[in-house]
């Protein structure tokens, strides 16, 4: 058995049982920011697509979302807005998408009773430990009365700061179904994926569709 100081996150990386999250917080933002176009280089070719179609065939034909596919929720017929922590990031999504987009904190907005649909994928996964559950009920306060909530972590346990300054917050499904009612979502779906099977230390990824009740 190991102990939580030895523990190992998904990529291999050392897991720290604590961290100075407000020094994590600003790393990870600092990343965003310094490093914005290779990122959005990285996932612009993401294979998302049947998540996309799995998460929308939840939603209303005309729908309010908030998410990062901007452009492909644009050219479903829905009506967008992209929220990021990073200037940067927003300034691109907002010209490649041409949805309206805003720098936001997912843990510190105040939309109430707006969205049909909110896709937060692999970006949770960013923040404290402590701030997840408040996070989620901004979430579930943003979504109107069975709205749809879209999310990705990575299983484990712990917590790590990456190599080059990210902080992830890793969960066990139990962790996230607990989470979700505490914040008034119900899950109707909770799967896990990976990105490659062939990979060395290739995380697994915990997909959940849940309703705001």
Request: charged residues 20%; negative net charge.
């Amino acid at each position: 058995m190991m102990s939580e100081d030895n523990l190992k996150g998904p990529n291999g990386e050392d897991v720290l049982s604590s961290v100075r999250h407000d020094a994590a917080v600003a790393s990870t933002n600092r990343f965003y920011e310094d490093h914005a176009v290779e990122y959005f280089s990285w996932t612009f070719g993401a294979q998302t697509q049947f998540v996309l179609d799995r998460f929308l065939s939840h939603l209303p034909a005309k729908a309010s979302i908030s998410g990062r596919d901007l452009k492909f929720f644009l050219s479903r017929g829905h009506c967008a807005l992209g929220i990021d922590a990073s200037t940067a990031l927003v300034q691109m999504a907002a010209q490649h998408s041409g949805a309206p987009c805003e720098v936001a904190r997912i843990e510190s907005i105040s939309y109430e009773d707006r969205f049909d649909g909110i896709w937060a994928c692999a970006s949770l996964l960013h923040l404290p430990r402590d701030a997840f559950r408040p996070a989620l009920r901004c979430l579930n306060r943003a979504l109107k009365r069975g709205g749809t909530l879209f999310m990705a972590v990575q299983e484990g346990q712990g917590e790590a700061i990456l190599p080059d300054g990210r902080l992830y917050v890793y969960y066990s499904e139990d962790d996230i179904r607990k989470s979700l009612d505490a914040a008034g979502l119900a899950v109707d779906e909770l799967w896990t994926s990976q990105n490659s099977a062939k990979a060395v230390h290739q995380p697994v990824w915990i997909n959940v569709i849940a309703t705001a009740r």
